[in-house]
Each structure stands twice: as structure tokens, then as C-alpha cells.
């Protein structure tokens, strides 16, 4: 089954605490995002991938890192979590950076940071 | 800079009445459309997209959205509301020269018996 999926779903840490967020694509995509939802906000992105190795900062990269050393992974890296990190995040993948192309969304990781 | 504008956070319809959620885009080059659909506790899902083949475009679950470029908006239309209608529905937009993409802030739709 083609599908994005995203580990844990759901996390609970401490101020300071590294954590990573994990984020893989079975269907051979070259672009992949992520992005955090907020009450009032809606989606936000993160961090986006074109391709291996080629990552850009979206529009709220403060506090996150990322890497693409595989075409199917996508990590999502908090160094140092801080509480207004708490949110949802949405990893997705699209065939091809292409505007037509559809983005594919895991099922979300809920991030608290205490 | 490309923006994306929801009117009306929260939409409450009677089950079989229009279904109308509002969407205007700030772009200064012709845009892609989306329009997603997130159940309680899932992912985006896609109902439609916009790409310049027509202004009318059809998706799933019987919604529909014009692209009206004089109004800058594709708002998201469905005849006859269905109870499982009932979720968050976000427009997005992104361009072909561009990589990122933007998100409204969401309409909730309720459907009421």
C-alpha cells in the first residue's frame, strides 16, 4: 500500500530534550515536507526536500533540523524542544516538486513538550 | 508573496443543504489549487486541485471548486451535504516557479441532522 508514515504518533517530552521525529515514503517520491498545525493557524511548513541531499527552510524552520540522505526517509530533528514546539506535524510527499503534483500526508505526530 | 485566505473558520449546514467554503489566494503569477480535506485524528487528504486545464474542477466525494481569476478565489461548493462530510477542510496554494507551499487556517464544517 502506497502510503506516508510517521513515528511515534505521539510523544511527550521535556524542555531540552532531543528528539527526532521519523517521516518514510513508499512510493518513490521525490519531494517531501514537513509541516506543523496550529489551532487558528493551519499548516505551516517546516522544512521541505526536492531530492537527496537538497533541503530548504519553509516559512517556520526556528528550532528544527531535517535531512534527506535517503529518497524514502525524512527526519524531523528537535535539538533542543522548547513548549511553543508543542503542536501537530505532518510529514508529505509528492512525486516531484511540480505544482500539479499531489502531496501525500502521514497521519500526524502529536508533539507536548512540557 | 503567495497568501491564502479562509473566510469563516467554522461553516454549519443541514444535512442536503449547499455546501459553500470560501477560499481567496494572494498570488502575483497564475497559482496552483488545493483544496484537502482532515478527518478527526487523520491526515490531509486531497478532494480537488486547480492546475490550469479548467476553471471548473471536479473532485471527490461530489464537491466541486471554480477558479475565478478576477475574483482571485476557488471556493469549494458541494450540492448536498452528507454527515460524513463533517471535517476541516483547508485550501492551499503554490506556484510553478515555486517550492513552497501555503495553507489557509482551515474551515471547520459541521453538519446538522
Known amino acids: 500500500e502506497a502510503q506516508v508514515t510517521q513515528n511515534p504518533r505521539y510523544l511527550i517530552t521535556v524542555t531540552g530534550k532531543k528528539l527526532t521525529v521519523t517521516c518514510s515514503q513508499n512510493?518513490?517520491?521525490?519531494?517531501m515536507s514537513w509541516y506543523r498545525q496550529d489551532p487558528g493557524l493551519g499548516l505551516r511548513q517546516i522544512y521541505y526536500?526536492?531530492?537527496?541531499?537538497?533541503?530548504d527552510k519553509g516559512d517556520v524552520p526556528e528550532g528544527y533540523k531535517v535531512s534527506r540522505k535517503e529518497k524514502r526517509n525524512f527526519p524531523l530533528i528537535l535539538e533542543s524542544p522548547s513548549p511553543n514546539q508543542t503542536s501537530l506535524y505532518f510529514c508529505?510527499?509528492?512525486?516531484?516538486?511540480?505544482?500539479?503534483?499531489?502531496?501525500?500526508f502521514g497521519p500526524g505526530t502529536r508533539l507536548l513538550v512540557l | 508573496a503567495q497568501s491564502v485566505t479562509q473566510l469563516g473558520s467554522h461553516v454549519s449546514v443541514s444535512e442536503g443543504a449547499l455546501v459553500l467554503l470560501r477560499c481567496n489566494y494572494s498570488?502575483?503569477?497564475?497559482?496552483?489549487l488545493f483544496w484537502y480535506v482532515q478527518y478527526p485524528n487523520q491526515g490531509l487528504q486531497l478532494l480537488l486541485k486547480?492546475?490550469?486545464?479548467?476553471?471548473l474542477v471536479k473532485g471527490i466525494n461530489g464537491f466541486e471548486a471554480e477558479f475565478k481569476k478576477s475574483e482571485t478565489s476557488f471556493h469549494l461548493t458541494k450540492p448536498s451535504a452528507h454527515m460524513s462530510d463533517a471535517a476541516e477542510y483547508f485550501c492551499?496554494?503554490?506556484?510553478?516557479?515555486?517550492?513552497?507551499?501555503?495553507f489557509g487556517t482551515g474551515t471547520s464544517l459541521t453538519v446538522i441532522p
Open positions: 508529505a510527499s509528492s512525486l516531484s516538486r511540480q505544482g500539479s503534483e499531489t502531496q501525500y
Open positions: 512510493m518513490n517520491h521525490e519531494y
Open positions: 526536500s526536492m531530492n537527496v541531499e537538497v533541503t
Open positions: 498570488s502575483s503569477v497564475p497559482p496552483y
Open positions: 486547480y492546475t490550469s486545464a479548467a476553471t
Open positions: 492551499a496554494v503554490t506556484l510553478l516557479t515555486g517550492n513552497q507551499f501555503y
